[in-house]
């Protein structure tokens, strides 16, 4: 078949013929020459995470510094410990959690809240230091890195047209200062709203190195190894997308020396560090003089967060040094502290008619915005939920000119009553869930031969009175056996996690934290698609006219199935997939046409190319062709 085309996503034809997807027009058309000689080679290795390795941790001589991150839906945390030539790190001494925070933070935590808006206070617009008067403030992004149902992809999809809109309306508007005036938050997409936010958190702790000139991180002297914490079961997309946020925040140019980045599940951080806790000696006893924890003891972590509650089991299998043992499996559900708020802003809106907490004329981008009235409302109700132990009336000022439904009675002179039973309601959702949870975990241990004794509660829910009351009550009533320690300080169950993550990353407690490593490469496949004049008219492409159905398809172009910095994580494959149509006729089968694909793999930095042209040469660029069953040579 010397001199032939063959195509692939229509049919494969002749010199001059082109194939079509009838079924499937938008899908890859792709177009190789075919070369007179065709040698096989073996099919090149495709990016499975399974191929990397755990390496050993550091040994005990080495210097490093470890930094546990916790990125909560409300909150986040960092904690890091350092390990020097001359001694390894003790505990508690040794742990930091970072209170450095521009704006101040909240007993070692700060607001995972970004703003876009403008300020004439020369605030920094995010976590603590976000003006109170004209900032649109993004909370809860979190959330959004997940594969979203139906009705709430339809909804984001809604949000992104109103904002196209509104670009589209400033344009025309020659008054409207379109470079000030659009909002960047609805063009950001979730994993770019958490890197912006995740740059800053690095910016605030590299600064503050510095100022040390401790540990000399930016000289590159000192291997920095990161441990993320992460939900349980959380799908491989959200872990991914906060993987690459924190590859591309915590970067080499800030910090050259960045080794390993680990995963942990946020319970088993949690338990990690509660135990170890409660078995320091200079820890006062969680469980009263007369108790002890011990070799054996079995018991249940419940780290009940701003957006999922997650929950693991484990047994105690030595102290010293410490040695947790998994019963069971871990588990969790999206029922966390921000349902409460959620409840709540429903409840108000319902009440009042021009409250517009969330609403707002310029668009969300899909995210959850909060309008400057709407996070005071919200940071007032704040207290009253933490305060609330199942009886309190609460009373919150609404702002000036709120218009009240009529026929509401709990609201005068712009204070808004919320009765005990109202509060109730907004915590029964994410209680009852969490004791279901709790329940459920205690009864699988209990099928395996094993006694729980304790339940610990971390989080920021497990802030609440009301919750850990609930909690207490469920296990009064569950055997007798069940102790929930009145004595785990909140400043402790605050921070738990990130302290936690860091003692993961130093080898305390449980096996080597889970190395995931970047893609070195992107990962993908050339084809064509139906060409249109807003994509491709000046872009330098190649048209052509497919044969079969007429239309006119844009050659060589990308889809990347892996992108660079992908994470790759052991026992995990990566699995990527695009559906390629072909069309053959009767002739096409008559004269043995063959069909092809181009793969092709670069590891560019920046935006990854879309054109199979802009793709640079050299040893980083590879490019492949697969023919039937077989790979052929590499092309040139």
Known sequence: MSGETAYVGGSATSDTGFGSTSEHPWLPFARVPLPSNNPTVPEPELPYADAVLRPNLAGP??????????YGTTHTGLAFMHQTMERQPSFPNDIHIFDKWTGGGEAGKIPSAISYSKTPRGCKQWGNDIDEQD???LLWTKLELQPQKPLKELESLKEALNGLRLIEALREDDNAGVKSDIPLHIIKSPHEVVQDFLQNIAREYYLYMRSRNEFVIHRGNVPVDIVITHPVDWPYEALNKTFRAVVRSFSKRMFPTRRNIYLVPEPEACAVFTVQDMIAPTSKPLL?????????????????????VDLVTYR???LDPLELRKIGVVSGARCGATFIDQAFIKWIESKTTNIGITSNALGTGGHFVLRPQGRTILRRFESCKRQFTGTEMNTLTLPRSTIVDPTFTQCANGLLTITAEDMKRFFEFPVKQTIDLISRQVTNAEVRGEFVSHIFMSG???QSEYVLSRVKEWASTHRGSIESPANFDCNVRWTAVAKGAALCGMGVG???????RPSPRHYGISGAELASSWKHADSGIEIAVDEVHGRSMALDQIIWLVSKDDALIPDKP??????????FNSAHLGNGSTARLEFCATDMDGPAPTKLFEILAGASTLKFQWVGNRSEQPLT
């Open 61 to 70: 001589d080495e210097p490093r510094v470890v930094l546990g991150l916790d």
């Open 135 to 137: 900032s649109n403030v």
């Open 288 to 308: 009263g003089t007369d108790k002890t924890f011990g070799k054996g003891e079995c018991f249940v972590v419940c780290d009940a967060g701003g957006g999922t």
């Open 316 to 318: 105690i299998e030595n």
């Open 460 to 462: 920021g829910m497990s």
């Open 510 to 516: 449980v096996n080597n934290a889970i190395l995931a």
């Open 574 to 583: 990566v699995h990527a997939s695009c559906r390629i149509a072909c069309t």
